[in-house]
């Protein structure tokens, strides 16, 4: 089935404002980016994901296989059970990131909008003799998250994610709509972003360049699990544990609130000591508007970067909160 549009049902509705660049085709808000974040946190609330892919495995050797190939350990990964996991280049530098649960016949895993067709083709390239099949299903069933604490009843049959912050539902993508009418609010990405990046939660593609490696951004032990045997770029993954620290280190930003354009994703940070002239020391890779903290952002600097160094992002001062030990 190949849908008729890239955008979202949703976006039709009153009120909501289309998303920009990865995210496009679903809504930024839906007029009230404030309220929304509050209904987030608070527990109630839907946000319209279904820009993301949707990949399964299917097979008896699925979770024996994707054991071999992912950074988490998944072979013995129970039924009903969410984790995370990475896709390495032989270099250890991440080049997938996947969301996964298995309901006991079939994996699920939801990534980043416009990831999903080259996730499959490596997959299908390493499939060997192993009994899997593996699909792109995201043109069959939409991504939509109920934050923690909702208590909106899920579609008999549906996967679900059940994570801390919330749980990620894999939808009939022709139910979205019917679905989302009764449990609204509705909460778009703007909202989603806000708490995601106070939750210093990282993005492929945000806060991940062509060189970044696990441990820059806290993805050990969420989505790298270190005991389990090989898989590509597993010797920097021990490497850089057993050895040393990643050169880079993600930190999170109280930005200066007089300022009225947020820092976006690229932004050089630089000592504030040093002033606009300073030497580059790393970029802002999210940057958000929040309800209670005002604006934030997540940054990836080098890793001698004092933590108690007084920032500047682009022209805005910053203060700088630890997630990745320097």
């Given at each position: 089935?190949?849908?008729?549009?890239?955008n979202?049902?949703?976006?039709?509705?009153?009120?909501?404002?289309?998303?920009?660049?990865?995210?496009?085709?679903?809504?930024?808000?839906?007029?009230?980016?404030?309220?929304?974040?509050?209904?987030?946190?608070?527990?109630?609330?839907?946000?319209?994901?279904?820009?993301?892919?949707?990949?399964?495995?299917?097979?008896?050797?699925?979770?024996?296989?994707?054991?071999?190939?992912?950074?988490?350990?998944?072979?013995?990964?129970?039924?009903?059970?969410?984790?995370?996991?990475?896709?390495?280049?032989?270099?250890?530098?991440?080049?997938?990131?996947?969301?996964?649960?298995?309901?006991?016949?079939?994996?699920?895993?939801?990534?980043?909008?416009?990831?999903?067709?080259?996730?499959?083709?490596?997959?299908?390239?390493?499939?060997?003799?192993?009994?899997?099949?593996?699909?792109?299903?995201?043109?069959d069933?939409?991504?939509?998250?109920?934050?923690?604490?909702?208590?909106?009843?899920?579609?008999?049959?549906?996967?679900?994610?059940?994570?801390?912050y919330?749980?990620?539902?894999?939808?009939?993508?022709?139910?979205?709509?019917?679905?989302?009418?009764?449990?609204?609010?509705?909460?778009?990405?703007?909202?989603?972003?806000a708490?995601?990046?106070?939750?210093?939660?990282?993005?492929?593609?945000?806060?991940?360049?062509?060189?970044?490696?696990?441990?820059?951004?806290?993805?050990?032990g969420?989505?790298?699990?270190?005991?389990?045997?090989?898989?590509?770029?597993?010797?920097?993954?021990?490497?850089?544990?057993?050895?040393?620290?990643?050169?880079?280190?993600?930190?999170?930003?109280?930005?200066?609130?007089?300022?009225?354009?947020?820092?976006?994703?690229?932004?050089?940070?630089r000592?504030?000591?040093?002033?606009?002239?300073?030497?580059?020391?790393?970029?802002?890779?999210?940057?958000?508007r929040?309800?209670?903290?005002?604006?934030?952002?997540?940054?990836?600097?080098?890793?001698?970067?004092?933590?108690?160094?007084?920032?500047?992002?682009?022209?805005?001062?910053?203060?700088?909160?630890?997630?990745?030990?320097?």
């Amino acid at each position: 089935m190949q849908r008729d549009s890239a955008n979202s049902p949703l976006l039709s509705l009153p009120g909501a404002v289309a998303a920009e660049g990865p995210d496009e085709g679903v809504a930024a808000h839906y007029g009230g980016l404030f309220p929304e974040q509050r209904a987030l946190a608070d527990g109630k609330g839907l946000v319209d994901l279904s820009h993301h892919g949707v990949v399964t495995v299917t097979g008896d050797d699925r979770l024996t296989w994707l054991h071999l190939l992912l950074t988490q350990h998944v072979s013995e990964l129970p039924a009903g059970q969410a984790t995370e996991a990475l896709i390495l280049s032989a270099n250890g530098h991440i080049e997938h990131a996947l969301y996964l649960v298995d309901d006991g016949a079939t994996t699920w895993m939801h990534v980043e909008p416009g990831t999903a067709e080259a996730l499959v083709a490596y997959l299908e390239s390493m499939k060997f003799y192993y009994r899997v099949e593996v699909a792109d299903r995201t043109d069959d069933f939409a991504l939509v998250h109920l934050p923690a604490g909702s208590i909106a009843e899920v579609p008999e049959g549906s996967a679900v994610r059940e994570t801390p912050y919330g749980r990620d539902v894999f939808l009939p993508r022709a139910e979205l709509e019917t679905y989302a009418g009764a449990h609204g609010p509705l909460v778009g990405l703007l909202a989603y972003e806000a708490l995601r990046i106070e939750g210093h939660r990282p993005r492929l593609g945000f806060e991940t360049d062509h060189r970044t490696i696990p441990h820059e951004l806290g993805w050990i032990g969420s989505a790298v699990h270190l005991e389990k045997g090989c898989y590509r770029g597993q010797e920097t993954v021990a490497r850089v544990h057993n050895l040393g620290k990643p050169p880079r280190r993600l930190v999170f930003l109280h930005l200066d609130g007089s300022e009225v354009l947020l820092p976006g994703h690229g932004t050089p940070v630089r000592l504030a000591a040093d002033g606009e002239e300073g030497r580059q020391l790393g970029f802002i890779t999210s940057s958000a508007r929040h309800h209670e903290l005002g604006p934030i952002a997540l940054a990836l600097v080098k890793r001698n970067v004092p933590v108690d160094a007084e920032l500047m992002a682009g022209d805005t001062a910053a203060a700088q909160e630890a997630v990745v030990e320097a």
